[in-house]
């Protein structure tokens, strides 16, 4: 008929193309969705979406980098949001010097004293004398100090040096040999106990140096009162006195040693040694061993 062209036109026969839907939970391809409007275009300086899909970040006008002017850059390190990498053992929130309680020097401040420097350092310079010796042990100058000490311990009793004076020979040797003996070893456990007492309270020193220091300074301190004591008794009014004075002075050094060995204050490095002091007052310049 005509007016009419059965399979015949434009699309060469074709069916008219409809839009095809993808099929069940696949999607849909990208572009201009089908039947929505475009989506608006944002305005300069509004937010827009970045290249990786992430969420809306500020524009930044200036040279087109991509940073913001003034040669601040927000996600370099140390500012809010980032981190900072550091080294295995370094402590970020401690860059200052501060007490070093609880972690010993890396490297001692200086060489080992020969024990002519050593005496002389306790009694004309002990700060740096202590500091310097904080790491190294010292058991001979120690012992063979504080037993001669011993020796003439005895003459600081009253009672001990007329039995030694009176005294045989052969008798003598044994009493002043025991009572250095008995020097030596109060000494030690004195020694130890100060060194605990440190620990206890924050202190970070060895007890070894400890030990030995504080054997050398109840040595050297009471040492006059004692040579003094042998011409005129441990009684006397001058050898009393001079004692209160040694002790006063072994106080001093004990603390001033606990301060610089275990790295503390001096109120607590007075705490560590009250029991020491307190037992050569006692035991020692009071005469009642």
Do not use: C
Not at 182 to 207: E, K
């Amino acid at each position: 008929m005509a007016g009419f062209r059965i399979g015949r036109g434009r699309d060469n026969g074709a069916p008219h193309a409809r839009p095809q839907q993808p099929p069940y939970g696949q999607q849909a391809p990208q572009g201009q969705p089908y039947g929505y409007p475009p989506a608006p275009q944002p305005h300069p300086g509004q937010w827009t979406q970045g290249g990786g899909g992430g969420y809306d970040e500020p524009e930044y006008f200036g040279d087109g980098s991509g940073a913001p002017q003034g040669g601040h850059d927000p996600y370099a390190a140390n500012n809010p949001g980032h981190t900072q990498a550091f080294s295995v053992g370094e402590d970020p929130y401690n860059q200052g010097g501060t007490y070093r309680a609880g972690s010993a020097p890396a490297a001692p401040v200086g060489p080992r004293l020969h024990w002519k420097e050593l005496l002389k350092g306790i009694l004309l310079s002990p700060k740096q004398t202590f500091l310097q010796m904080r790491d190294y042990t010292m058991w001979g100058p120690a012992l063979i100090v504080t037993f001669l000490y011993g020796l003439l311990a005895v003459f600081g009793f009253e009672g001990a040096r007329q039995d030694a004076i009176n005294a045989t020979l052969s008798n003598a040797i044994p009493i002043v040999l025991t009572t250095a003996v008995a020097m030596v070893l109060s000494a030690f456990v004195l020694g130890v106990v100060t060194h605990a007492l440190a620990r206890q309270l924050g202190g970070d020193g060895a007890w070894q140096p400890t030990v030995g220091l504080s054997m050398l300074i109840m040595s050297l301190t009471d040492a006059p009162r004692l040579i003094v004591a042998i011409f005129f008794g441990g009684d006397a009014s001058f050898v009393q006195l001079l004692g209160w004075a040694t002790w006063v002075a072994a106080g001093a050094l004990l603390t001033l040693m606990v301060s610089r060995s275990h790295d503390l204050p001096w109120p607590k490095a007075l705490g560590a040694s009250a029991i020491q002091l307190i037992a050569l007052l006692s035991i020692v310049k009071l005469g009642t061993f």
